[in-house]
């Protein structure tokens, strides 16, 4: 973990949720909304801009007020906090886009309990300074929105034929059901920890050779 | 939507299990299935809590949310916050082995999507009180069955050698996948109706 001490290290802080971090690739957090909803590419990034308000907001309210929330309630102080900015989520995207609203059901209010935003409120925005809270939110909600992207594009992709509702392979391409249906998302998602999984194996292997090298 | 009992029951149950149809309670869907004892353990409480937010969600909708519709989710949260804390009370109580097997995921059952989307699913729908019931017992059930077949899966697994780049998360992801897909099945069972 990098605990960042001055302004040069906000970087560190921002990028660490992108890639070495990733709250789905790497901790496999919030996957709950996340299989649920990327059976598109579009749906995964909708899902993704709302979590981020709500990451961001919470985040930025809960580090300001971290000196007033008494220990024993904090949680349940969070998760007020975190139900607030999704019932506005939940208003603004029933008034602006009734369509994707419609898409995305029930899974927007279910923002409240993606374990992601309270595992940061917890481990991160309660012990930091806003800036550096903000930072860490947005780093996050872009590592988030990447893999539910990600995952959205693959499985629309095979399941679909398609991307963003364009086709890709013309008539004769037979789609792979299974991918936009719910075993899909395991099955994806379960393909790409196991790439994770193998790129960090190899570059485990790299090491040891090159420690092997040096030692002879 | 068909509102006989036995289907409300059987699709929360089987045909739309919580978990491996809309992909709810995925925490401790892969947190406490290590185990096949705890898993079963962890379902019942998770019923429990099920069975409490649905009464009290019947209530909240028929005398607060009519008022003051803004406050559908905050008070949904809070209302299952404080189950959950009772019944760790109540656990910790009565089988302390029981409270630390469980741990972490205990108190995390506030977070449990499952009992949220239960909730927010029981006012949409427009279940009456036992309705509610019925449906909460249902998802909790399925939930409870997905939980311990997974677990049973993951202890075979667990002794039998698999390529170490797939261990874990991606494993259970898979075993996971092939469950859903099995559960599909019972899409056929109510095609009738």
Known sequence: MNQAKHPSQLYAEFIKGIW??????????????????????????????????????????????????????????????????????????????????????????????????????????????????????????????????????????????????????????????IMILPPGGFLMLGMILLFFNWLQQRKQHKLQARAREVMS | MNNNLLWIFISACLVNNFTLYYFLGLCPFFGVSGRLKTAFRLGLATIFVMVITSLCASFLNAFILPHAPYLKLISFIVVIASTVQFVEMVIKKISPALFRALGIFLPLITTNCAILYLALTQVKQDYNVLEGLIFAVGAGVGFTIALVLMAGIREEAEISTVPAVIKGTALNMIIAGLLSLAFMGFAGLFSAA
């Not at chain 1, 927007?108 to 992601?116: A, E, F, G, P, S």
């Open chain 1, 20 to 177: 070495k971090e990733n709250p789905v690739f790497v901790a496999v957090l919030g996957m709950c909304p996340m299989l649920a909803v990327t059976n598109s590419a579009i749906n995964g990034l909708a899902m993704g801009a709302a979590t981020t308000f709500v990451l961001v907001c919470s985040s930025l309210l809960v580090s300001s007020l971290r000196k007033f929330i008494p220990k024993q309630v904090r949680i349940t102080t969070y998760i007020i906090i975190i139900a607030s900015f999704v019932t506005i989520v939940d208003y603004v995207l029933k008034a602006a886009f009734p369509g994707t609203h419609k898409d995305l059901g029930a899974f927007i209010q279910l923002i409240v309990v993606n374990c992601l935003i309270l595992g940061r409120q917890e481990a991160f925005a309660s012990r930091n300074t806003p800036i550096k809270a903000l930072m860490d939110a947005l780093g996050m909600s872009i590592g988030f929105t990447f893999a539910l992207f990600c995952l959205g594009a693959t499985r629309e992709i095979l399941g679909n034929g398609s991307i963003f509702d364009i086709s890709l392979f013309g008539d004769n391409f037979e789609p792979w059901v």
